[in-house]
């Protein structure tokens, strides 16, 4: 053996080696967390976004795959449908996403704008998606994967042709009385109110509805069982009270703008400019009469007009309500809502492929993070432990 001169130099040399080893996978380590992270900051970007391409719609939809990308990491063209599902408890799961071509994304609306409180709307066109988080709009564009924080109130509806949005926003905390606020109108993306409407004092619960007329000039808004038009530089122009349940989703408006449909007990269609009762539709009796019995719980939301004849989204299918009812889409058991881009799709079913995934440095992001990190820790400590025996070994003078 040789004397501690003789090791120094070779200890040193080891030494020296495994701090190069160590300061190298810190390195991988750390590039490999900067790429996830990077990637999230500043997601894949994808071909500009095609206002006149329509897509059939899937004849059923299937929950995420396991490690399905996330939206912000992997942004679509745009989303055809958007669902979750009932998880049974206090919370909501991930919303699904899926796009042209079978692309299933997910998207989690309480990673990145606090508490969810269950709300989401779809834009006609696909491309943003609104979450409700306590009186604020989240706003997802699906095609950069970004999102933003509207502070003028919570989702209501989109306007037909997207670039607008209704918002809910209500004075004081949840628990003020009497009830007031503003139904107020937005633009789109920026958030900016364009002009609202008072809601005058009431009772709770803190609960409305409205949607846009086609061309943009009215509102229609039901609360506690009243529904009246109010439009723009005008005021209310009409008003009925008739225990109106509710307003069949943001596509209630007919788009020849002539007629609005609201919900009670069946879908009765009223005249925009009157409020006159025109006809109803016991939408119950035609889910009768097919053989694969569709769940009928909850409301009815109208997704699609064919004339005066309605789609309707229902439990977990997707249904004409035609004289001869057909089912177009299938939903996964327990789906709590589905959504669906009204103006991109084409109301022929198709048979889907499998599901993709998306690309796998995005379906993998959490091995990847963790991978690197570890990385990282196991370099730190090598470093530390190589130190410590180096400093240990030296003689003291």
């Known amino acids: 053996m040789g004397t501690a ?11 020296r080696r495994w701090v190069a080893l160590a300061c190298g996978l810190i390195a991988v380590g750390a590039t490999l967390g900067m790429t996830g992270t990077a990637t999230r900051a500043s997601p894949a970007s994808r ?20 490690w399905t990308a996330d939206v912000r990491d ?68 699906v095609t950069t994967g970004r999102t933003r924080m509207l502070r003028a109130g919570a989702p209501l509806a989109w306007s037909p042709d997207g670039r607008q949005a209704v918002l809910a926003h209500f004075d004081g905390d949840k628990d003020a009385y009497p009830v007031s606020g503003q139904i107020r109108i937005v633009a789109i993306p920026s958030g900016e109110v364009l002009w609202s409407i008072p809601l005058e004092p009431g009772p709770l619960p803190r609960s409305v509805d409205a949607v846009l007329s086609p061309d943009g000039s009215t509102v229609l808004v039901q609360r506690h069982g009243d529904l009246y038009a109010y439009r ?5 122009v009409w008003h009925r009270s008739k225990s109106i349940d509710s307003l069949p989703g943001q596509l209630a408006w007919n788009p020849d703008g ?16 009157t409020g006159k ?28 007009w ?34 669906i881009a009204s103006s991109r799709v084409r109301w022929i079913p198709r048979q ?16 990847i993070n963790i991978g690197g990190l570890a990385i990282v820790g196991v370099g730190v400590v090598n470093v530390a432990i190589r130190l410590r025996r180096r400093y240990a070994r030296r003689p003291t003078r």
């Not at 130099?9 to 030494?15: G, M």
């Not at 723009?232 to 209310?236: N, P």
């Not at 609201?262 to 009223?270: A, I, Q, R, S």
Request: net charge negative; hydrophobic share 35%; aromatic share 8%.
């Open 306 to 339: 064919e004339g005066q004849t309605p789609t309707i989204s229902v439990g977990n299918a997707v249904v004409r309500v035609s004289a001869t009812p057909e089912v177009l889409l299938r939903t996964p058991r327990d789906t709590r809502h589905v959504k």
């Open 74 to 141: 992997a942004p679509l063209e745009r989303a055809l449908v958007a669902f979750d599902i009932n998880t049974h408890d206090v919370t909501f799961g991930p919303l699904t996403l899926v796009g042209p071509h079978d692309s299933y994304r997910i998207f989690d609306p309480s990673q990145s704008g606090g508490t969810w409180a269950g709300p989401v709307e779809l834009s006609p066109d696909g491309r943003y998606l609104m979450t409700g988080h306590g009186q604020q709009t989240q706003l997802l564009d």
């Open 5 to 15: 001169q003789n090791r120094a130099p070779f200890e040193a040399f080891v030494a």
């Open 232 to 236: 723009r530089g005008s005021g209310v």
């Open 277 to 304: 009762t025109n006809r109803c539709l016991n939408w119950r009796f035609p889910l009768s009469q097919l053989t694969d019995a569709v769940q009928t719980f909850g409301s009815p939301e109208i997704v699609a």
């Open 352 to 367: 889907p492929g499998l599901p993709d995934p998306g690309p796998a440095i995005h379906r993998y992001r959490p091995i």
């Open 258 to 273: 002539r007629s609005v449909a609201f919900d009670n007990t069946g879908l009765c269609l009223v005249a925009a400019d």
């Open 47 to 66: 071909a500009a976004l095609t206002y006149e391409a329509v897509d059939q719609i899937p004849a059923y939809v299937v929950e995420a795959p396991e």
